[in-house]
């Protein structure tokens, strides 16, 4: 590990009772410790990328998730470990009978081998299911992260991760005259973007429920993919009509995408409404990844995506307000207009 403070490469023995050898100083978090493998430069590391070199702000949720995402299970590794765990044994112990020779050799053989065939055709067969319907989940809950990261490191520096904001902090209030507003139901993205000033530089009202909205602006509708996240921005629309301006978070983000953070709570199939799904403008391999209860949280994008997201849905708002701007576009950049 690499002291936070003098930065001297350290052994396991070299910094004991969290202190470096070294130059003496305390550090907030010991790798073989600390949930998640942590350790100091590590988390500085991780709120510098959230920062995305810009000084951008970020909540703590959203570093829970960033220091998570290494961690998440390969259910393709998992299931290998299940065969293992499974396999192994029998042929220990077909070995152990062999050697002992309280059976027939031959006989004991041919046990241990049409077992472990057996088992194995069957977890085969049983491997489509276990990829459709196995768990997906953080590695650990996020009040025991902020328990044993951030509550240590408050502990050693006295203030939380540079760069970070309190995802429960108060939002500001709406502009007099806010020229458009933003519809998320995560308060802590909402936190989050206005730690980030989107609310004065685009005089933006910021909401997480609908009958907290300005009138009459257009309203981006930010959410997770998620079943819950879906039906949000439907009744989103249906309540707000031309002024919705859809900006979420959609399946199709993250189909294909290994990198993605995308969790799975097992859902009974029978309760996930499909037909309100095709209802709404989702491919049929969106529908099956929601009904197979995948989702992704929004709280995990990065404030840097985030932003880049909100920006091109307010240009796509000015543009439909400005038919210069719109004609201006059609043209093209560096191309001389023919008329």
């Not at 046990?111 to 194995?120: D, E, H, M, P, R």
């Not at 519809?183 to 980030?196: K, R, T, Y």
């Amino acid at each position: 590990m690499i002291c936070p403070h003098c930065n001297a490469n350290l052994l396991r023995k070299e910094r004991g009772d969290r202190r470096c050898s070294k130059c003496r100083r305390v550090f907030a978090l010991e790798p073989k410790e600390s949930v998640l493998g942590l350790h100091d430069m590590r988390v500085r590391k991780l709120a510098e990328r959230l920062g995305d070199g810009r000084n951008l702000r970020y909540t703590l949720p959203q570093l829970w998730y960033a220091a998570s995402r290494r961690q998440l299970p390969d259910l393709r590794k998992k299931f290998i470990r299940r065969r293992l765990m499974v396999s192994v044994p029998i042929a220990v112990a077909t070995f152990v009978l062999l050697l002992t020779a309280l059976f027939p050799g031959m006989l004991v053989l041919g046990l241990g081998i049409t077992a472990l065939v057996l088992v194995n055709v069957l977890l085969t067969a049983l491997r489509p299911r276990y990829m459709r319907t196995a768990p997906v989940r953080m590695p650990v809950s996020y009040d025991r992260f902020h328990k044993e990261v951030v509550g240590r490191w408050l502990q050693v520096y006295g203030a939380p991760p540079l760069g970070s904001v309190n995802e429960r902090a108060e939002l500001p209030p709406a502009p007099r005259s806010p020229r458009l507003a933003l519809l998320c139901p995560d308060h802590g993205v909402l936190v989050c973007l206005s730690a980030n000033n989107v609310a004065e530089t685009w005089g933006m009202a910021l909401a997480s429920r609908i009958d907290r909205l300005p009138p009459e602006v257009p309203v981006l509708v930010l959410h997770d993919a998620s079943v819950p996240g879906i039906a949000f921005a439907a009744q989103a629309r249906a309540a707000l009509g031309k002024r919705a301006v859809p900006v979420g978070l959609t399946p199709r983000a993250l189909l294909g995408k290994d990198k993605a953070l995308r969790l799975r709570d097992p859902v009974d199939s029978s309760v996930v409404d499909v037909a309100r799904l095709r209802a709404e403008p989702l491919s049929n391999a969106e529908i099956a990844w929601l009904a197979e209860g995948w989702w992704s949280p929004l709280a995990a994008v990065p404030p840097a995506k985030l932003l880049a997201a909100l920006t091109r849905a307010v240009e796509r708002v000015e543009e439909a307000a400005d038919p210069d701007r719109k004609r201006a576009r059609e043209v093209g950049f560096l191309t001389w207009p023919t008329g």
